[in-house]
């Protein structure tokens, strides 16, 4: 049963760092693509970072480029997503999600498995 769990989230002030994290299994992060997908209340989920299995390929949103960084660390099965400078538009619930290729777009069809999310609050 695949299954991804994300921890992390909380609140932060604006300006400050905040580090997620998602538990996943060795295959999938060796064989799949995975990502770090945000909903804020009443918008779309939005594609916010991507990291290949296979060639170090990274992909940012706009909005997070420069700010957010992802990883993962094969040893521990886990995918990390390193929130810093944050803004009070990042809140939102954050969802980490497997792939179907290597190089997914910023799309949900291009994502089969996702986690529960974990809830990301930016407040002073």
């Known amino acids: 049963q695949v299954q991804l769990v994300e921890s992390g989230g909380g609140l932060v002030q604006p300006g400050g760092s905040l580090r997620l994290s998602c538990s996943a299994s060795?295959?999938?992060?060796?064989?799949?693509?995975m990502g770090w997908w945000r909903q804020a209340p009443g918008k779309k989920r939005e594609g916010v970072a991507f990291m290949s299995a296979s060639d170090g390929w990274t992909y940012y949103s706009p909005s997070v480029k420069g700010r957010f960084t992802i990883s993962k660390d094969r040893n521990k099965q886990m995918v990390h997503l390193q929130m810093d400078s944050v803004e009070s538009e990042d809140a939102g619930v954050y969802y980490c999600?497997?792939?179907?290729?290597?190089?997914?777009?910023?799309?949900?069809?291009?994502?089969?498995?996702w986690g529960p999310g974990t809830q990301v609050t930016v407040s002073s």
């Open positions: 999600a497997s792939a179907f290729s290597d190089h997914p777009d910023p799309v949900e069809s291009d994502f089969h498995y």
């Open positions: 060795a295959f999938m992060l060796t064989y799949h693509a």
